[in-house]
């Protein structure tokens, strides 16, 4: 939260002559007025009695969170847990808490004397972090394990991590199209499904996709791209993805549709696909997951499976800017939702693109259009909250509940992007096979 000014140091009999209780402390580090009531299990309270919004600290293992991992982090795990019960808001939707925490919670920087305070008021026992609820990701100096950070190994382990949570949840809150990227919403009007094919089918016009044409789409998901590309442009379509349960449902829709004829979704890493000389590669939401230090081998391996004159398009999440070094992302995202993803402007990728051997021809920027998929994706979650909490467990509901909720506010308030960029494997003569116009609409 944004800092305003400096907390007045504690006196040394506490707040007010006595000990400091849990609502002293948040007083003490949080500039008034409190957007909400607050009240904590050694009964003490703060903030407004008639507020729409109510925080409870149940525990002091809840306590302990907090204190340990100030922040994004220490929020989530203390709510994850049950350890800080919400009331006010629908689970499946924080958004408005999350909003008021935006927009109205003011943290203050306590000097030294009002944190020893704090820290002597807690006791040492809160001051020792509590193992964190079994959703969370190991830490990233832990996952070395695993291997360095995008390795083969760690990269599986990560994408499982995140994408085999169970393909019936994933139903539940994507609904019909199964697609887990940005949609592109034609009009106002426009409903989640109607967006997700209108997404695949600009992304299939970009790359001028024709009858007989290869297609590679690498990150694949659950196939959707795969199978529009093959059923409405005639093309033959292979997708990659490294999750196992994504593959299998793939597989299974494409059989159920009549597609496995021209379309096949393998469980693949996207580097150890061998085959090459394809008209067109889709990269949908995969940039995100294999580290700024890997693209411009990642470009280049892209680069060579293309003819000349074949197109390349790629969709990703990317910061506002471009003058910091890449960040992972931050810590709630990092430990429960995205191990190991990073993030950087899309300047530094078009740089990437260009430097790899590709003319970049066309780049766009749907930063509304997420922020509309991640609510409508909310929406699905709070109507399906109980079958959800069934299949994946009430706590890994309450993270994605955060997670859509926090990234619905990152791009409204322009926090993070979405970028579009089209390139093209120019031939020797400098062809590129592009029209002299964008021939692909809006």
Known sequence: MPSHDSAPAARPGGSGGRQL???DMLELIVRPPLPFRFTAYDGSSAGPEDADIRLHLATPRGAAYLATAPGSLGLARAYVAGDLVVTGIDPGNPYPLLALLYDKLLMRRPDPRTVLRIAWALGLSK?????????EALPDW????????HSRRRDAEAIHHHYDVSNRFYELLLGDSMTYTCACYPTEASSLEEAQWHKHDLVARKLGLRPGMRLLDVGCGWGGMVKHAAQHYGVRALGVTL???QAQWAAESIKRAGLDDVAEVRHLDYRDVRESGFDAISSIGLTEHIGVRNYPSYFRFLLHRLRPGGRMLNHCITRPENTQAPRVAG????RYVFPDGELTGSGRIIAEIQNAGFEVRHEENLREHYARTCTAWGANLSAHWRECVTEAGEATAKVWGLYLAGSRLGFERNQIQLHQVLAVRVRSDGRADVPLRPDWGV
């Open 21 to 23: 209780r849990l609502a």
């Open 127 to 135: 001051l020792i972090p509590p193992s964190p609820p079994p959703q």
């Open 142 to 149: 832990r996952r070395w394990l695993e291997g360095m950070r």
């Open 243 to 245: 999750s196992q349960e």
């Open 331 to 334: 810590g709630f995202i990092d």
